[in-house]
């Protein structure tokens, strides 16, 4: 199992690099806020998800069209990964679904020693792209947020605010913890 977790590590800091970078020429000039790597309860795929304050001023008018938005609706839409302005779909040629494929032929099952060791890893691969600096050069960024997330999962709140914690500051992390209330 190490084998198979070194390996996914060494691939997600190299396609996350690349595209990351692609990503970053869409947003240029906006306020990077936010930054996840989300994952499915069957460990079977991973995204990378960016958002930016332009981009969520964006979302909120969208839905202001149709109705008011409240307060929750909008820490909602802020917090939320699926409802972001990016994410590497929005590259021609991510490489992203590459590790998707690795995981997807992955020949274990998936036990709460699995789950513990790719939830470590994907950490452990934003703490190092953070401390090599990749999320800070050539962009524009409030206090940024850095989180893993599951998609359709119960115990989302629970991974991404582990994950907040273990990833940021402090001072970011006791912010991000209330984003509900």
Do not use: H
């Amino acid at each position: 199992m190490k084998d198979f977790f070194d390996r996914l590590e060494k691939e997600l800091i190299s396609t996350i690099r690349v595209d990351f970078n692609k990503l970053t020429e869409l947003i240029k000039g906006e306020c990077l806020y936010a930054v996840s790597l989300v994952t499915d309860s069957c460990f079977d795929s991973i995204y990378l998800g960016l958002s930016t304050e332009e981009s969520l001023l964006r979302k909120i008018d969208k839905y202001q069209e149709k109705r008011e938005v409240s307060e929750k609706m909008k820490s909602y839409l802020r917090w939320t990964p699926a409802e972001w302005g990016y994410d590497n779909s929005d590259i021609p040629n991510s490489l992203l679904p590459k590790v998707s494929n690795i995981l997807r032929d992955k020949k274990m099952e998936v036990t709460s020693e699995f789950e513990s060791m790719f939830y470590e890893v994907l950490e452990k691969v934003m703490r190092t792209l953070y401390q090599d600096g990749l999320f800070s050069n050539n962009i524009i960024s409030s206090q940024l947020t850095l989180f893993i997330s599951i998609s359709d999962d119960d115990r989302a709140l629970e991974i991404e605010n582990d994950s907040a914690r273990i990833l940021n500051s402090l001072d970011v992390y006791e912010k991000f913890i209330k984003r509900f209330e």
